[in-house]
C-alpha cells in the first residue's frame, strides 16, 4: 500500500468511526427517549365484572366492620331507642359517615334525613327520622336498588343498655362499608348503571314504622324501584347452625322474582359461596320472619326483596347482644355476598322481572 492511500484510508477510517458513533448515540437517544412509544399509549383492557366484584367487595374488612361496630353499638349510643337522644345519636353517626365518604344525602335536595312527624307515630309522642345515602347510576338512574337495614334498638331497660351489636347493629354498619365499596369504584371509574339508595330505617323494633313511612312516602317512586336487600341481624350463629356456621338465611328471594333469586345465587357462587339457607323462607313459617323486618313493607307494594338473617340466639333483645359476640370473619362473608348481590342487580341488563300474579 502506499503512503497516499494509508492517508486516505485513514481518513475514511476516522470518518467512518464518526458515522458509527453518531448512529450509536442516535439510537441511545431514542432508546432513552422520555415519550411515551406508541404502544404504550394503548388502552389497557377493562377488567371482568367478576375481577371488579371481588376487587371492590374484599374492601369489606371484618377489622372495619369491627371498628365502627363496636362505636355504633356501644354505650354512648344509648341503646338507639326511637325518639330518644341515643338514637339520634345513631342518625348523626350515620349522616357523618356518608358525608365524609363523600356519598350524597338521598332525602331531596342532598339531604340526608327524612323526618317522620309526630302524628305518624299514634299515641306515642316522638318524632324519629330515616337516614338516605344516594349514589345515582350511570345509565340507568330513575331505576333504583334499595339496601335497608333498621338503625333503632330498643334503648335501656332498669338501668341497662341494650346495645343491638347484632340486632341490627350488624346491618348497619354492613350498609356503611358497602356504600363505602360502591362509592370507592364509583370514584375509580366504575360505577354502578342503576342507582342505589341506602335507607337506614327507624322504629322498626316498634312495627316497622321508618320502613312504613318510607313506602307511603317514597323519596323515588316504587314503581321504580328493583329491589330491596334487607339486612337484619348478620353477624351471629343461630345455635342450629353451629357444626355448619358457613351459612346465611335468605327470605324471600324468589317469592315474588325468580330472576331476583338466581341473580342471588349466581352473585353468591362467584363471590363468596356461602350456603344459603332457605329453612325459613315461606309465608307458612311459624316464625313468620318473612313479615317481621322491614323488607315486608317494600314486598307487600309488590318490590321483589331478600331478607338476610342469621337467626335468632340466646343474647336476641338482650343486654348482652355486644360487639364482642359477633363472628367477624363470617360477618365480613355475608357483607361481601350482599355488596356482590347489589352489584349484580345494579348493573344487570335488565331489573328482575315479577311473577305472574
Known sequence: MTKNNMKRTTFLSAGMAVAILTSCNSVKNQNTDTSTPAAATMEQPMPSNEDLVKKYMN???????????????????????????????????????????????????????????????????????NVLAFIEGSEKPEEVLVVSAHLDHVGTRNGEVYNGAD?????????????????????????????????????????????????????YPLANTIADLNVDMIGRIDPEREKKSNYVYLIGSDMLSQDLHDISETANKNSVNLDLDYTYNGKEDPNRFYYRSDHYNFAKNNVPVIFYFNGTHADYHKASDTPDKIEYDLYEQRAQLIFATAWELANADKRPALKAS
Open 59 to 129: 374492601t369489606i374488612t371484618a377489622a372495619e366492620l369491627k371498628e365502627q361496630l363496636y362505636i355504633y353499638a356501644g354505650d354512648e349510643m344509648e341503646g338507639r331507642m326511637t325518639g330518644t337522644p341515643g338514637q339520634r345519636k345513631a342518625v348523626e353517626f350515620l349522616k357523618e359517615k356518608y358525608i365524609a365518604m363523600g356519598v350524597p344525602g338521598g332525602a331531596g335536595n342532598g339531604e340526608y334525613l327524612q323526618a317522620i312527624p309526630e302524628e305518624f307515630f299514634g299515641k306515642r309522642k316522638i318524632t324519629s327520622e
Open 167 to 219: 340486632d341490627d347493629g350488624s346491618g348497619t354498619i354492613a350498609l356503611v362499608e358497602i356504600a363505602e365499596a360502591f362509592q370507592q369504584a364509583k370514584k375509580d371509574g366504575h360505577g354502578p348503571k342503576r342507582s342505589i339508595l341506602f335507607l337506614h330505617v327507624t322504629a322498626e323494633e316498634i312495627g316497622l314504622q321508618g320502613s312504613q313511612y318510607y313506602s307511603e312516602n317514597p323519596v
